[in-house]
């Protein structure tokens, strides 16, 4: 079992920056991956980057090189900071924590909104 809680959504103008953090508790050592996800009004929910336990990053062609993925193993905690960000990056962000290979933990979700 693990929780997720994100944090750091909000209102942005277009270029402007935020960073969104996922604390995760729980069965923490049971995590293979974790990773953000987003979801705009009428859309499907879509990857938007990953970290694994071993291996690289990965992200979404729409955000390489503006996005960035991290974790601070001593807090528990995934972050997105974001940049260069647009109006079509508004969408509700979730934290992804996966459990094995197919089983998927989900935060509540953050509302990002950037305005042109």
């Known amino acids: 079992q693990v929780q997720l809680v994100e944090s750091g959504g909000g209102l942005v103008q277009a270029g402007g920056s935020l960073r969104l953090s996922c604390a995760a508790s729980?069965?923490?050592?049971?995590?293979?991956?974790m990773g953000w996800y987003r979801q705009a009004p009428g859309k499907q929910r879509d990857l938007v980057a990953m970290?694994?336990?071993?291996?690289?990053?990965n992200y979404a062609d729409s955000v390489k090189g503006r996005f960035a993925i991290s974790r601070d193993n001593a807090k528990n905690t995934v972050y997105l900071q974001m940049s260069s960000l647009r109006p079509e990056d508004t969408a509700v962000y979730y934290c992804?924590?996966?459990?094995?290979?197919?089983?998927?933990?989900w935060g509540q979700g953050t509302q990002v909104t950037v305005s042109s």
């Open positions: 729980g069965s923490i050592f049971s995590i293979n991956a």
């Open positions: 992804n924590a996966v459990i094995g290979s197919n089983v998927n933990y």
């Open positions: 970290i694994p336990r071993f291996g690289r990053t």
